[in-house]
């Protein structure tokens, strides 16, 4: 069987068919992929626009070569069936970098070449829709090396960074087969006598809903690599896929009785969540009745309120965030929890995709109304654009397949994705006002104020402007389940 005959063979998405809108809301690897095949399409449509050019692969592709990839799809089109088939290992072979020139020439061609390029990009897509679901894995070897080598190849196959603020020359010897990124720093870590530092944030603190008074609110945008200090506790922590969730924090609560010490009273305790550096989450959801807290011989700890859910939003470019829990008292004294499990659930932003409307004719009349634009999971439309008063006035909305979580009213992220506009033949004209218009569960809709030269719009003549919006092309919801061992309940300083 050929290779490009077992491709048809695959059961795979129809690429020109809207989603079925009453599905839930993405959480597979399927759905994921179907979007990031589809973003690559986009992104090379929107390669030349006057406002800003599209990368040839996504940022961060290391050894993309264009001029082979263009070779192999013109491959393609070979009459014979070996060549096309070795065309369509090699596209493949590229990896997900070669996603906007796979999906750019199918939009180009024609005939059994479509076909081809369809599945080639799909099954592009679903690799790398697993790299951003899964959690990084890595395979390190270092014999008797500064511990600084191995970290750098730690880094770079993960595609992940954390600061280094202390001297990584100790001499270390590991071998880690296949750990997942978080597993691999905490087993470097511990053997070149290092910690992670969580520096704590001076501006901007994320919000925490379903907190009680007076508990911790996140804080922290910053994350270290520094050095043990000798004699110091390690906190209590687990590599939960992307995640690493460990205990910042006991603190016992309410009265001790007479005679148990304090071992018969609750506990806040504070969770801190990293976050792999490559990720943006936006929001993260901590339900009290996923938690189970149990002593050694499984003596139950429970949570102080079981409907209770603690929600934090994301700023971005953090990298980890702290979720404070109250439990009540035990029914018999506990001096510590064999274990403390529960489900975190984050909600991330898809594929960034630069949504264009290009060469929009703009004057003192409403321009005619494009077609919307459509990606993955979401739509753009541009509902209006005119000069009124020397300003371009634009209105534009997004709407994506399903209702999220993310998308709730308190939740501004989205309001924050700036609009641009710029002149056909010229520079970008200056945002003087941005405000949300409407907004629903699923999107919202938004209005921008530019300002104009005066000898252009006093012209009254229609000119050609470029309007992009760069937005995440899904939204997904992804539940990552962690147990923590051996957790002391006794009072602990901060780390």
């Excluded at 919000?207 to 994350?223: F, H, I, K, T, Y």
Aim: charge should be neutral.
């Amino acid at each position: 069987m050929s290779m490009l005959h077992e491709l048809r063979e695959r059961q795979r998405p129809r690429l020109d068919r809207r989603p079925d809108r009453r599905r839930p809301l993405v959480r597979g690897l399927l759905s994921l992929a179907t979007a990031l095949a589809l973003a690559g399409g986009a992104a090379a449509r929107g390669h030349e626009s006057a406002c800003g050019s599209q990368p040839d692969a996504p940022a961060g592709a290391i050894g993309f070569d264009r001029a082979t990839a263009e070779r192999l799809v013109r491959r393609l089109g070979s009459g014979a069936i070996a060549e096309r088939d070795a065309a369509a290992r090699g596209l493949l072979d590229l990896g997900p970098a070669a996603l906007p020139l796979v999906a750019s020439a199918r939009q180009a061609s024609s005939g059994a070449r479509v076909d081809a390029l369809e599945r080639i990009e799909w099954l592009l897509g679903q690799r790398a829709a697993a790299h951003a679901i899964e959690p990084a894995l890595v395979t390190l070897q270092a014999d008797d090396v500064a511990a600084g080598e191995p970290l750098q190849q730690l880094f770079a196959q993960a595609g992940s960074r954390i600061e280094l603020a202390a001297a990584t020359d100790r001499r270390v010897s590991l071998r880690c087969d296949r750990l997942t990124f978080w597993e691999a720093v905490d087993e470097l870590l511990d053997r070149a006598g290092l910690v992670l530092e969580f520096a704590a944030a001076t501006r901007g603190e994320a919000g925490v809903r379903g907190a009680e008074p007076g508990m911790r609110r996140p804080s922290g945008n910053a994350l270290r690599i520094v050095a043990a200090v000798p004699g110091a506790s390690v906190a209590p922590a687990v590599a939960a896929g992307p995640l690493r969730v460990s205990v910042a924090t006991v603190e016992r609560t309410g009265r001790s009785q007479p005679g148990e010490d304090g071992l018969g009273r609750g506990a806040r305790v504070t969770l801190r969540m990293a976050w792999e550096p490559r990720l943006e989450p936006l929001l993260t959801r901590l339900p009290a009745r996923s938690l189970v807290a149990e002593g050694p011989g499984g003596e139950a700890l429970p949570a102080a309120q079981r409907a209770a859910v603690i929600e934090a939003t994301i700023p971005p470019g953090w990298t980890w965030i702290d979720l404070p829990l109250l439990f009540g008292p035990p029914a018999v004294p506990l001096e510590r929890l064999g274990v403390l499990r529960g489900t975190i659930v984050l909600w991330l932003a898809g594929m960034e995709h630069d949504f264009r409307f290009n060469g929009v004719p703009v004057g003192r009349e409403a321009a005619a109304v494009p077609a919307p634009l459509r990606v993955g999971a979401v739509e753009v439309r541009l509902a209006d654009a005119r000069v009124v008063d020397r300003r371009l006035l634009v209105r534009v909305s997004v709407t994506y397949d399903e209702a999220s979580e993310a998308l709730a009213s308190h939740h501004s992220w989205l309001a924050s994705r700036r609009l641009e506009a710029c002149v056909a033949a010229g520079g970008p004209l200056e945002q003087v006002d941005e405000r949300v218009e409407s907004r629903t569960d699923r999107g919202v809709t938004v209005a921008a104020e530019f300002a104009v030269p005066p000898a252009w719009a006093d012209a009254g003549d229609a000119r050609e402007v470029h309007i992009r919006w760069t937005l995440p092309i899904a939204i997904h919801e992804l539940p990552v389940d962690f147990a923590i061992r051996d957790v002391p309940l006794a009072p602990a300083p901060p780390r």
